[in-house]
């Protein structure tokens, strides 16, 4: 039998969506309980796609090699998000990596068995083709902004999504709760270690965020969004 907290966890997903319970609890008696360790792969790009998961708990790193050997790094995943989902619907190899930011736990299906399970709940299928899409029209848009947006704008941009996915409100502000390095900002970007040290450090010195180790505060979102939207500066009080 499924353990009962990680059916509770996992059940929030779209994935789910619209499912009796008696078609939920017939999905999970196949599946079983997968955990990672903090810097351990659910799976590596290239590799042959013979499972497919649900986070019930913990953050994922999603990232791509490109030819010339860059990383980059594509999203971030948390509670509730499917990892290889399309593997179930196309045999195809991953076509990305999936690193474990921090420890995970996940219900874990072979992509044959939710094959045939799909094929008994339709309704199964069409929420992966829905969640396939959705995230077909989320690289558009990264695409589009790497490819017309400024750079302080692209950061900007990544750090309000982070805040959206994972921000948890705290004194000093928004604190984006998974650990993040300006190198993985760089990466998820299109742009270098540099410009976000530089852009992170003017940021800073204005009092917009905060950051440590690993770890980045978002005090002034407003002015983030600004930022982020390419608005002109709220006049200073005279």
């Not at 440590?212 to 930022?227: D, G, T, Y």
């Amino acid at each position: 039998m499924f353990i009962p907290s990680i059916a509770q966890m996992v059940a929030t997903s779209p994935f789910f969506k619209q499912l009796t319970q008696a078609e939920y609890d017939a999905v999970l008696a196949s599946a079983h309980v997968h955990h990672v360790n903090q810097g351990e792969y659910f799976f590596h790009q290239g590799e042959d796609a013979t499972m497919l998961y649900v986070i019930a708990d913990g953050r994922v790193k999603l990232t791509q090699v490109t030819p010339e050997g860059d990383q980059v790094i594509l999203n971030y995943f948390g509670a509730g998000d499917g990892l290889g989902i399309i593997v179930a619907l196309i045999d195809m190899p991953y076509p990305l990596s999936a690193e474990a930011v921090e420890a995970c736990t996940a219900a874990a299906w072979e992509s044959q068995t939710m094959k045939q399970i799909m094929l008994r709940i339709p309704q199964l299928a069409l929420n992966g083709i829905e969640m396939i899409g959705q995230r077909f029209a989320w690289l558009q848009t990264r695409f589009q902004e790497v490819s017309t947006q400024r750079v302080e704008q692209r950061v900007a941009r990544a750090l309000l999504r982070l805040v959206r996915q994972f921000g948890r409100r705290i004194p000093e502000g928004v604190l984006i709760d998974m650990p993040l390095s300006r190198q993985d900002l760089a990466q998820m970007t299109g742009t270098n270690l540099y410009n976000v040290s530089r852009i992170l450090s003017k940021w800073e010195q204005k009092g917009l965020i905060s950051t440590s180790r690993m770890q980045v505060i978002l005090c002034k979102a407003h002015e983030l969004v600004m930022i982020a939207e390419d608005l002109p500066a709220s006049p200073s009080p005279s």
